[in-house]
């Protein structure tokens, strides 16, 4: 009989002392790149906690791999300063170059040498330190055990398929046990099936290691699952550094509520706030002929024009009654598994996109629309 007791207590034993040893923290403050004038980055501040994982989500040139490359030393910022732990490792008088600021990069392209078995990549990211040729060995062979490439351990690059290729990046950036991995959209060349695999043996490995990870991605679901913080980007500064969960119901911006996830915006006529409840009445163009809706504001709404954005777990579909918030007409349905995905087009011609129903609602049929005032978010547009 396997004794399970004395299992659980090794692993947690050894997860222990990897606890003690690895995950440094870093933090940048008012970090500033520009190139030819134009900032990639502005002005920069963010503290990463030891053996968190935050994700760096934005649009295509919002600055994320300058971001990374400033905290790996490929890049030199025009200014600010960034700590790995309790190291300056770069302000106006330090530099420390990349490779004696203990972490492990894997890009998108995962460059592997070709000329070298899948272990000996691995191995090669032991030689810096010494260890015996027997420790390199067994590290390195462990490592490929862990990302379940036993069986090719000893092909070149050439004989491995995309994904197996994107492991052997991973076990060589994990074998060394450095405090800190960053990593560059490592799945954008992977298949669906490849990328939810992959998704879940990185985050294990890295939870299990306890590595502090900063991993860069433009797709808001692959961020919502790895991260214990996102960091939203857009044009070189951060909009939001804060959990999943809060960024999702509390996004500071129209800009970070667009990015991660929603159905629609609709124009808003005014809002009444009540001073004592934070409770405000939202009331919406009248050539939407939308109910009002009464939510919870959770940032300041003085000055500006306000929307109202919706996130797609807030709509409901249901036969047009008048007591339905929203009426619209069906233009587009997609099957998808569980259920059908609609999209609507309302009175004033702007499109609900994303929304789910296990019924199928079919094209031009008019539908009345169910909105959950707790998935709305009142904003300033910009
Ligand atoms: P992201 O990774 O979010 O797509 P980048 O950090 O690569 O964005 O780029 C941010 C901005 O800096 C973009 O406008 C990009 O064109 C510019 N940029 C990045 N690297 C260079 C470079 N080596 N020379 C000139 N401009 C660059
Ligand atoms: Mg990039």
Not at 19 to 28: C, N, Y
Not at 60 to 81: E, H, M, N, Q
Request: aromatic residues 6%.
């Amino acid at each position: 009989m396997v004794n399970v007791a004395k299992d659980v207590e090794f692993s947690e034993f050894t997860k222990e002392n990897f606890k003690t040893t690895l995950g440094q923290s870093v933090k940048l403050t008012k970090v500033t790149k520009s190139y030819d004038g134009i900032k990639a980055l502005d002005e920069v501040d963010i503290e990463i906690e030891p053996g968190s994982f935050t994700v760096l989500l934005g649009p295509s040139g919002s600055g994320k791999t300058t971001l990374l490359k400033s905290i790996a030393g490929i890049i030199k910022p025009d200014s600010g300063s960034v700590m790995i732990g309790q190291n300056t490792v770069f302000d106006h008088q330090t530099w420390v170059p990349p490779e004696k600021r203990e972490l492990s990069m894997v890009f998108q392209d995962f460059a592997l040498w070709p000329h070298m078995t899948a272990v000996n990549n691995v191995a090669f990211a032991l030689k810096r330190r010494k260890l015996p040729r027997e420790s390199v060995k067994n590290l390195s062979r462990n490592m490929m055990e862990k990302v379940g490439l036993l069986d090719h351990v000893n092909n070149y690059p050439d004989q491995l398929s995309g994904g197996e290729q994107q492991r052997v990046a991973l076990a060589r950036a994990l074998v060394a046990q450095v405090g800190v991995v960053l990593f560059d959209e490592p799945m954008s060349n992977l298949d669906t099936d490849r990328r939810e695999i992959l998704r879940f043996e990185i985050s294990t490995l890295i939870h299990e290691y306890n590595a502090t990870a900063i991993y860069i991605t433009h797709d808001q679901s692959e961020a919502f699952s790895l991260a214990d913080k996102i960091a939203v980007l857009d044009k070189g500064k951060i909009q939001q550094y804060d959990t999943p969960e809060n960024i999702y119901k509390g996004p500071a911006s129209a800009m970070v509520a667009r990015f991660t996830g929603i159905s629609g915006e609709l124009p808003v006529k005014y809002a009444i706030g009540d001073d004592c409840t934070d409770v405000a009445k939202v009331i919406v163009d009248d050539e939407l002929n939308c109910k009002p809706i009464s939510l919870v504001a959770t940032n300041d709404l003085a000055n500006g024009k306000l929307k109202l954005f919706i996130r797609p777990t807030a709509l409901k579909i249901v036969q047009p009654t008048p007591l339905s918030t929203l009426t619209g007409i069906i233009v587009d349905v997609s099957y998808c598994g569980k259920g059908y995905e609609h999209v609507i087009k309302l009175p004033d011609k702007s499109l609900l996109t994303k929304v789910f129903s296990e019924n199928r609602f079919n094209r031009d049929e008019l539908v009345g629309i169910m909105v959950d005032p707790s998935g709305c978010l009142l904003l300033k547009d910009d």
